[in-house]
């Protein structure tokens, strides 16, 4: 089993940062990679970003581009959603996620995936507002 815990969410003005963090407790490997998905209210979760832990390689959905950083730092099993540049459409709750399996997904369309992950958070909350 693996448990994550989710911190780092809150209100922020457009425009504004905000930086989540996920560790990961329990049954971990380093070669085991993470991601971030949100959802939205009424909507579906989706995709965010997600980090290859191996090789350090990141996956990002086209509308975080350029604006939302992931990192990780092995030694602690955690990893990191930078967020800059928010805009009210960004508030969402967001879920980190856990792919156990030794880190078998090759490209960003394993990593979409919800059913590319094992464990989940269980969310922090991140309002934009205008």
């Known amino acids: 089993q693996v448990q994550l815990v989710e911190s780092g969410g809150g209100l922020v003005q457009a425009g504004g940062s905000l930086r989540l963090s996920c560790v990961a407790s329990?049954?971990?490997?380093?070669?085991?990679?993470m991601g971030w998905f949100r959802q939205a209210p009424g909507k579906e979760r989706e995709f965010v970003a997600a980090?290859?832990?191996?090789?350090?390689?990141?996956y990002y959905t086209d509308s975080v581009k350029g604006r939302f950083t992931i990192s990780g730092d092995n030694a602690k099993g955690a990893v990191y959603l930078q967020m800059n540049s928010l805009k009210p459409e960004d508030t969402a709750v967001y879920y980190c996620?856990?792919?156990?399996?030794?880190?078998?997904?090759?490209?960003?369309?394993?990593?979409?995936?919800?059913?590319?992950?094992?464990?989940w958070g269980q969310g922090t909350l991140v309002t934009v507002s205008s």
């Open positions: 329990g049954r971990t490997f380093t070669k085991d990679d």
């Open positions: 996620a856990y792919q156990a399996g030794g880190g078998y997904c090759s490209g960003i369309g394993c990593y979409v995936a919800m059913a590319s992950y094992d464990y």
């Open positions: 980090i290859n832990r191996r090789d350090g390689s990141t």
